[in-house]
C-alpha cells in the first residue's frame, strides 16, 4: 500500500474512533452525576488523566492529572498491595520515592517496600486514607525490603510489622534500629518533603535518640497509626495553582508539651455519641474543586506501561505512539518537564485513535 493510501485510511479511522470515543465520553457525563460518591467515580479509574500533571484542591480533598506509577519492582524497592492499584502520583512524588530508595542503601537501608501513593486520578478512595488524594502523599514501610522478589500473593498478604507497643505507645526496642531513623531522616532531608508523619512513639524515640542537626525532626509529625509504615508528603508542585497549601508546621523539633499530650490518656480515649460518617462516604462531586470533573473526564494514556517510571536507567517497557499532528490538543499547556523528573512528554499523549497493536510488558510470571 502507498503513504497516500495508508494516510486516508489512516485519517478514515481516526475519524471512526474520534466519533466512538465522544459517545463514550457522553454516557461517562451520564453517568458521573454529581449526586454519585466521588470515591466510586475515583476509585473505579485504572489509568491516570493523561493531560499535564497538576494537584487540585487539598490532600484530603482534591484530585489529579498526569500522574505515574511507580513500577511494581526496581533496583531498590518492591511495590506492595499491587490490588488496590495506587502507585500513582505526580510525577515528583514518583520520582522523589525512587531517589529515596537508591539514597537509603547508602544508609543501610536495603530497599524501600511501598505502600499507598494515590489512586491514578487521584481523589477519594474507597476504603483507607483520608488524604492521599493529589498524588503528594506516599506510605512507605518501616519494614525493610528482603533480599528476594516478593510473589504477588505475598505482596498482598504479608503484614506488616508494628513498631511500636499498642497499649504504651512506645517503639518496642528490640525492633528499631538506627538503620530505621536514618530512613526518615534521608526523607526529612528533602526540601520538597514538608511533612512525615509517624506513631508519636516514633517521633518519641527520635527525639531521645537523635544526635547532631535536629533541625530535621520539625518535619517529622506524631499522628495516629503509622506504627509500621511512615507517610511522606510534599508540598504542592510548580504548575498547581488549584493545589491548597499546608499550614507549615510549627517553629522547634517538636519534642515538647505537644508530644507528651501523645502520652495521655485523652488521644487515646474511645468517641462517644453515634459514630459520625468518614468523609469519603459523603463526599460528592460537588464537594470536589470543579476541576476534577475534567480530570474524571480526560483521555487515558496508551496503556499503563507508558507511564510507569523505572527510576534512573530503566528503559521504558513500551513504546507510545504520539498523537497525529492534526488531533486537537489535550493539555491546555506545555508538559512541564525537567532532568529530574520522570515524563517522558510522550508519555502524556492521548489514546491514539487508529487502532496501533503496542508491544505490551512481559507478564510476570511470579
Ligand atoms: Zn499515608
Given amino acids: 500500500m502507498t503513504a497516500f493510501f495508508s494516510g486516508i485510511l489512516g485519517k478514515a479511522a481516526r475519524l471512526a474512533m ?3 470515543t465522544l ?10 452525576s454529581a449526586a454519585e460518591l466521588a470515591k466510586d467515580l475515583f476509585g473505579n479509574k485504572r489509568l491516570p488523566a493523561a493531560v499535564a500533571a497538576r494537584s487540585y484542591g487539598f490532600y484530603s480533598k482534591g484530585c489529579f492529572s498526569g500522574g505515574m506509577a511507580i513500577a511494581t519492582d526496581g533496583p531498590t524497592w518492591q ?14 512524588m514518583i520520582a522523589l520515592i525512587e531517589k529515596l530508595s537508591r539514597e537509603a542503601t547508602a544508609d543501610g537501608w536495603p530497599g524501600l517496600l511501598i505502600g499507598d501513593i494515590s489512586q491514578p486520578r487521584g481523589g477519594p478512595m474507597l476504603t483507607g486514607h483520608a488524604s492521599h488524594q493529589i498524588g503528594l502523599d506516599a506510605d512507605i514501610w518501616l519494614t525493610p525490603m528482603p ?17 511500636v507497643n499498642e497499649k504504651t505507645h512506645l517503639v518496642i526496642d528490640k525492633r528499631w534500629t538506627p538503620a530505621h531513623a536514618r530512613l526518615i531522616e ?10 512525615i508523619l509517624v506513631n508519636p512513639g516514633i517521633k518519641k524515640k527520635l527525639c531521645e535518640t537523635v544526635t547532631g542537626d535536629r533541625s530535621w525532626l520539625r518535619k517529622v509529625r506524631p499522628f495516629w497509626g503509622h506504627d509500621y509504615h511512615f507517610h511522606v508528603r510534599i508540598g504542592c508542585q510548580a504548575g498547581s495553582k488549584g493545589c491548597k497549601e499546608q499550614d507549615p508546621t510549627p517553629r522547634g523539633d517538636g519534642c515538647d508539651k505537644s508530644l507528651a499530650w501523645w502520652f495521655t490518656e485523652e488521644p487515646w480515649r474511645p468517641a462517644t455519641g453515634p459514630a459520625k460518617p468518614k468523609a469519603r462516604d459523603i463526599m460528592t462531586m460537588a464537594s470536589l474543586p470543579k476541576e476534577c470533573r475534567a480530570v474524571l473526564d480526560a483521555p487515558s494514556p496508551v496503556n499503563e506501561a507508558a507511564v ?48 496501533i497493536p503496542l508491544p505490551r510488558p512481559r507478564p510476570k510470571t511470579q
Fill in 18 to 20: 474520534a466519533i466512538a
Fill in 23 to 32: 459517545g463514550l465520553v457522553g454516557l461517562d457525563m451520564q453517568a458521573a
Fill in 79 to 92: 511495590a506492595m498491595r499491587l490490588s488496590r492499584n495506587r502507585r500513582w502520583g505526580h510525577p515528583k
Fill in 147 to 163: 533480599d528476594r522478589r516478593l510473589s504477588p500473593t505475598e505482596r498482598e498478604n504479608m503484614s506488616a510489622i508494628s513498631m
Fill in 186 to 195: 534521608r526523607a526529612a532531608s528533602y526540601p520538597e518533603v514538608e511533612r
Fill in 308 to 355: 510507569t517510571y523505572h527510576g534512573k536507567g530503566g528503559a521504558p517497557t513500551a513504546v507510545v505512539a504520539a498523537p497525529s499532528p492534526e488531533e486537537p490538543e489535550v493539555a491546555d499547556t506545555p508538559i512541564i518537564t525537567d532532568g529530574g523528573t520522570p515524563a517522558a512528554a510522550n508519555a502524556f499523549a492521548p489514546r491514539p485513535s487508529v487502532d
